[in-house]
């Protein structure tokens, strides 16, 4: 069965950083574009960012320069490197992968995922 399971979150102070992990199991995730997406308390789940197959990298405004997104294909992973956190990035994150890769506008689209993890809580204290 497919599986994404991410790990990583926890409570942090502002100006600090976390390393977020989406491990990926039971096929291959090497054909897929890989994202994340977060849901704070109250709104609606929202990009984060995203990695294509060719290794481009998406982010929303909010969090780039900020944010790093990687992948490693040999272990069936990718990572969300967070750093200069601050309150506003407190929300569960979610990783998330589109098979065969995404286009455009697709990229950024949480219908167009077919594969979701369960998410992993980070908590930003000011």
């Known amino acids: 069965q497919e599986q994404l399971v991410e790990s990583g979150g926890g409570l942090v102070q502002a100006g600090g950083s976390l390393r977020l992990s989406c491990a990926a199991s039971g096929r291959t995730f090497s054909n897929s574009a890989l994202a994340w997406f977060r849901q704070a308390p109250g709104k609606e789940r929202e990009f984060a960012a995203a990695?294509?197959?060719?290794?481009?990298?998406l982010y929303a405004e909010s969090v780039k320069g900020r944010f790093t997104i990687s992948r490693d294909n040999t272990r069936n992973t990718a990572f969300l490197q967070m750093d200069s956190l601050k309150p506003e990035d407190t929300a569960v994150y979610y990783c998330?992968?589109?098979?065969?890769?995404?286009?455009?506008?697709?990229?950024?689209?949480?219908?167009?995922?077919?594969?979701w993890g369960e998410g992993t809580q980070v908590t930003v204290s000011s």
């Open positions: 990695i294509t197959l060719r290794g481009n990298q």
């Open positions: 998330a992968a589109q098979m065969w890769g995404c286009r455009g506008g697709g990229c950024y689209a949480s219908s167009e995922y077919n594969y």
